[in-house]
């Protein structure tokens, strides 16, 4: 009988579930941040991560994995929580260093939902071997010697929020979990806050470049076929149709942010998505699209005319930006200072824009280039970070930007301009390389693709 579900299994596969994937890090990467996180936690602290769906009570989104469980486990499904603790966690007599705890799975959820991993599949991509169900350990004794909770915060799509200090966005404190936790222990201190993993976070390892570099390959490959049909396109959305359907035909799970499509006046709003306007002949279509790939985000702008030639005044403008980013990206080295990218940037489009008579001086920098121009990119697109001196490992955006909205106080020749160019660079020993330089972005290269 054995022998006959051996073969019936070789000959038609078990497809149970897809997990892990062949490309993710082995377990002894998730092991090592673990420990490196271990290092730099204080005594008397309790790390702890939750799976997505402890956030957000929408069952309707599609599930994506909590950023930090992702780094530290690999584990990508709902219902989880990691525990990490340096003074060890007595469970039966035996010091913990690390718990994940799950869900374990009934019938009807297999049924409805597919089966997850079993504790020793998980065992053996995460490398965690202190894996319990929920509801077979007493987990108020895991916390009698802990003074704070250290509590990652969901930050996916935050925008720049949890870096900022402690979280605006803070985990349900009233879930089950801490209901009992507060009663049995009053005096433990609630601190939520990336602290700790962004100083591991933000320095990729090579299987993170790896996935990266994938994430943006595929959206690259994207760009270019928008660009490519171009003249095609009568409405924003035929766009935002093309690059995501683009993105997931190429292996992409997700977007990494809402698709910002604006053609016109709209390519003058920063975070348009609508993306449901006529596309008017000769005008500039602004695209800020992103695939992420196994969690980790690309996020790249690309602004071209709808008719595939630049005008005089988008000529003007898009070389402006152009020459922003390129000496921007320059610039980029490690040791730099974060904040440094965005001043280089930035005196290149104010003595432009001074020199156009577009603004008077430097204090008016911020009207037309509203925005700053990087942050940092991994499993979130923007991504927690130190946001101090760039190291190697790092990878940041470069995306400055020039946007006249109708009805700006210059000449009626540069409204409805709005340029944004955006690359991913990846900062190395001495120098950084970008890992998005095969999309186009001279105007004669933009122009050759259109035609
Ligand atoms: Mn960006």
Not at 316 to 333: D, F, G, P, S, T
Request: charged share 25%.
């Amino acid at each position: 009988m054995i022998i006959y579900l051996l073969l019936f299994n070789l000959l038609f596969g078990i497809d149970n579930y897809s997990y892990p994937f062949p490309d993710n890090p082995p377990p002894e990467v998730y092991k090592n941040r673990r420990q490196e996180l271990l290092k730099i936690l204080n005594n008397n602290v309790a790390y702890l991560a939750f799976s997505s769906d402890f956030y957000s009570d929408n069952k309707n989104d599609k599930f994506r994995q909590n950023s930090d469980i992702l780094y530290y486990t690999g584990f990508p499904y709902s219902k989880a929580i990691l525990i990490l603790n340096k003074d060890g966690i007595n469970i039966d007599g035996e010091l913990k260093y690390e718990i994940l705890l799950v869900e374990k799975q009934d019938n009807m959820d297999i049924k409805w939902n597919g089966k997850r991993p079993s504790k020793n599949e998980i065992k053996d991509f995460s490398g965690i071997n202190n894996i319990y169900w929920f509801n077979e350990v007493d987990y108020n004794d895991f916390f009698n010697d802990i003074i704070e909770f250290n509590i990652a915060p969901y930050t996916k799509g935050s925008n720049f929020l949890p870096y900022a200090g402690s979280s605006v966005i803070p985990v349900e404190l009233d879930i089950d979990f801490f209901k009992s936790i507060k009663d049995s222990h009053p005096f433990i201190v609630y601190d939520i806050d990336l602290r700790y993993s962004k100083q591991l976070r933000e320095v990729k390892d090579d299987y993170e470049i790896k996935l990266l570099k994938k994430a943006v390959n595929i959206s690259v490959a994207s760009h270019k076929k928008v660009i490519k049909n171009i003249k095609n396109i009568n409405y924003e959305y035929e766009i935002e149709g093309m690059i995501e359907g683009e993105f997931k035909k190429l292996g992409a799970e997700n977007t990494a942010y809402n698709s910002i499509i604006g053609a016109g006046i709209n390519s003058c709003v920063l975070h348009y998505t609508d993306n449901r306007a006529k596309v008017n002949k000769g005008k500039l279509i602004l695209f800020d699209c992103g695939a992420e790939y196994h969690g980790y985000a690309s996020d790249i702008t690309r602004t071209v005319p709808s008719n595939g030639k630049f005008s005089k005044e988008q000529t003007i403008i898009y070389n402006i930006v152009l020459e922003a980013q390129n000496r921007a990206i320059e610039y980029c080295k490690e040791g730099i200072k974060f904040s440094e990218i965005d001043s280089v940037a930035r005196f290149v489009i104010d003595s432009a824009l001074i020199d156009l008579g577009l603004i008077k001086n430097n204090a008016q920098s911020r009207l037309y280039f509203p925005h700053g121009t990087s942050h940092y990119l991994g499993l979130d697109v923007h991504d927690v970070a130190t946001y101090d001196r760039l190291k190697a490992g790092n990878c940041v955006t470069v995306e400055p930007g020039i946007y006249i909205p109708e009805g700006s106080d210059c000449d009626k020749k540069w409204w409805n301009i709005g340029v944004r160019i955006e690359d991913d660079i990846l900062i190395t020993k001495n120098s950084c390389q970008v890992l998005s330089i095969d999309l186009p972005k001279e105007i004669k290269d933009l122009e050759e693709m259109m035609k």
